[in-house]
């Protein structure tokens, strides 16, 4: 479908990229991201930055979820909402700090991804996915509706910005390292928990749940732990949107925000860490980039997103190398395929 | 109020019940949680409005009878839709069919009702269009409540139409196709049955029926807009779940027990969360019932 050549150019650029040291790949990365705001031309390319750092935050934390314990969550949103709303109402009610307040966010949204958890585990397949699109809905319009607490669809504004060592965040710019921090904690954690036993647990348990049960991996309790540190990582990086915004309102965290943060993942690639971090560059800067055509720009989005499936099912990093997920049915079974 | 906020109830869940069995037969069939219905949904209801156009700029409408010109929008709302679904059906999910991660379609069919929610604002408009009042404003009083005759036409309609499925699943050839492919494809096209075919003609019905729920929802509210596909979809689709997913009698239970519970709960607690009410419900019935009111529980495949 595309031309044979520039895929192949981009095989071997991926395969020399894989071969590459873990930690020389991400320290090349890290050094462009280092170098983006100072190249870049105005304060406006550096918000687009900062959102695109938002969402990959997000998306490696469904990610966590989605791609390694294979939990499909259609309210990841929920817990997003949750720290965003943590910050806001602490700090304008209490005048607690960010660094006071990202502690206590951590441990909001866990104990909510916990008491949801533990709720809907007792659901399989599909019906979680709905499940967790019903609490995400559920948040919503409770933010919608608490005025008292969340100012309802009004949303809470003037939120107080954080400070660090008597240096106070304001601009795009000054945000875009704490952002570009949140990022690299997000990545190193992620590197970590995929690494230890309870994510090689929860890979066995992806890949065939009966013979990881069989084989004494406890489900449950390792499932609730993907589906916390996932939570955790959704709200820290709420409080983070919060503080940058200045502003909360429902509006923010629609079940919509949910679906384009799974489409993130699945796009770039589930079960890898590069994968959501392309993913979210992808559908952050796609509709900045379809600005020109701002009229037509999410019909043209939903073409595409519809395109990239048919073209790489697998996600990009499927699509660049195949052979560490999953195979297709097709593959395994070449009847199934077949025009009846 | 009791017997009021059952006859809304009871209106507004025959209109979801229609939705739900759309998702019902898709997922039936193919395991798909068909997310675009919602967006069918929707375009349903435009057709409707742009025959209604058609017909007054021809100055047709001024001529025909207007149980004709009903049953002409009906008509013509269906036909249009059920292509739609199936040129859905043929973009966006045939092509993965083979793929077996589920979120790859389901990505696919979020991507398809964006651009569609995008067409219809850039085709009708961003505001609210305002539906023909064509339907004759007769209304009677029964203890207190009053019954419209629109809301007994879509009670009927519904009925009607939920009867005429369920038929046609049970009893002609085309139905038992369509069950043969539900349980089992690979097997059902063994036996000669042509299953792109079947599964064209599911997303097919499927469709018409969504279009016949968004010409009555847009005749009984008065306006269509563009983004009403999206909690309407989402609503039905808790109805089906409700019901017990790809249980065709499920969803017409969910779809009615969904619209009356939300306008009991907007009538008799607040209406600021009737819409809270629908989701809470869903996850109470799910944790009490894993399966859905009438879903049967599967055993796991090994």
């Known amino acids: ?340 | 109020m009791f017997l009021q906020q059952l006859v809304n109830g009871v209106t507004l869940g025959s209109v979801y019940a229609l939705i739900a069995l759309g998702y019902t037969m898709v997922y039936g069939i193919l395991e798909l949680i068909n997310f675009a219905h919602g967006e069918i949904f929707m375009m349903g209801s435009f057709f409707g409005l742009l025959f209604w156009w058609i017909l007054e700029m021809t100055g047709l409408s001024k001529i025909i009878p207007i149980p004709l010109a009903i049953f002409l929008m009906f008509v013509f709302s269906m036909i249009a839709t059920a292509f739609l679904g199936a040129l859905l059906e043929f973009i966006a999910y045939r092509p993965l069919r083979s793929v077996t991660n589920r979120l790859i379609p389901l990505i696919s069919a979020l991507g398809a009702s964006i651009f569609l929610q995008n067409f219809a604002m850039l085709t009708f408009g961003s505001t609210n269009r305002v539906y023909p009042a064509i339907f004759p404003d007769f209304g009677w009083n029964l203890f207190h409540a009053r019954i419209s005759l629109i809301q007994i036409f879509i009670f009927v309609t519904c009925i009607l139409m939920m009867i005429g499925l369920t038929l046609l699943v049970n009893k002609t050839k085309l139905g038992r196709s369509m069950r043969a492919v539900s349980q089992d494809y690979v097997t059902a096209s063994l036996m000669g049955i042509r299953v792109n075919r079947i599964i064209t003609i599911t997303f097919m019905i499927g469709s018409s029926l969504a279009a016949a729920a968004g010409v009555m929802y847009g005749m009984y509210y008065g306006v269509a807009k563009f983004d009403m596909g999206y909690l309407a979809g989402l609503k039905a689709f808790t109805a089906a779940v409700l019901g017990g997913i790809g249980n065709i009698p499920g969803a017409m239970l969910g779809g009615f027990c969904l619209g009356i519970i939300e306008s009991f709960g907007a009538g008799y607690i607040s209406s600021e969360y009737k819409d809270m009410f629908a989701f809470l419900m869903l996850l109470f019935i799910l944790l009490l019932r894993p399966s859905g009111l009438l879903g049967q529980q599967v055993p796991d495949k090994v």
């Open chain 1, 1 to 340: 479908m595309m031309d044979i050549r520039f895929r192949r150019r981009i095989k071997t650029a991926a395969r020399r990229w894989n071969n590459m040291d873990m930690r020389l790949k991400w320290g090349i990365l890290l050094v462009i991201a280092c170098v983006y705001p100072f190249l870049a031309s105005s304060q406006y390319y550096v918000h687009i930055m900062n959102l695109a750092f938002i969402y990959i935050v997000l998306s490696l934390g469904l990610n966590i979820v989605c791609g390694l314990a294979g939990l499909l969550d259609l309210g990841f949103i929920a817990f997003y909402a949750v720290g965003a709303y943590t910050y806001a109402i602490l700090s304008i009610k209490l005048g607690l700090s960010f660094w006071e307040i990202l502690p206590i966010a951590c441990v909001t949204t866990a104990l909510f991804g916990l008491l949801v958890g533990s709720a809907a585990f007792r659901l399989r397949g599909d019906y979680f996915a709905i499940v967790t699109m019903g609490y995400g809905e559920i948040i919503r319009i409770l933010a919608n509706n608490l005025t008292f607490l969340t100012n309802g669809p009004i949303g809470i504004i003037g939120i107080p910005r954080p400070n660090a060592f008597g240096f106070k965040f304001e601009d795009p710019s000054q945000y875009y390292f704490l952002a570009l921090a949140f990022v690299a904690v997000a990545i190193f954690l992620t590197y970590r928990f995929q690494a230890s036993r309870i994510g090689r647990a929860l890979e066995a348990i992806r890949e065939d749940e009966i013979a990881a049960i069989s084989m004494g991996v406890n489900l449950k309790n390792f499932k609730l732990i993907s589906f916390i540190i996932g939570a955790m990582l959704g709200g820290s990086i709420g409080v983070f949107f919060a503080s940058y915004a200045t502003f909360v309102s429902p509006e923010s965290f629609s079940f919509m925000e949910s679906v384009m943060v799974l489409a993130m993942v699945v796009i770039g690639g589930m079960g890898t860490i590069e994968g959501p971090v392309i993913g979210a560059l992808i559908l952050v800067l796609l509709p900045e980039a379809l600005r020109s055509v701002s009229d037509y720009r999410m019909l043209i989005f939903g073409a595409l997103m519809v395109f990239m499936m048919i073209v790489m099912p697998k996600g990009f990093m499927g699509w660049i190398k195949p052979r560490r997920i999953l195979r297709t049915a097709e593959e395994e079974n070449p009847l199934v395929n077949r025009d009846f």
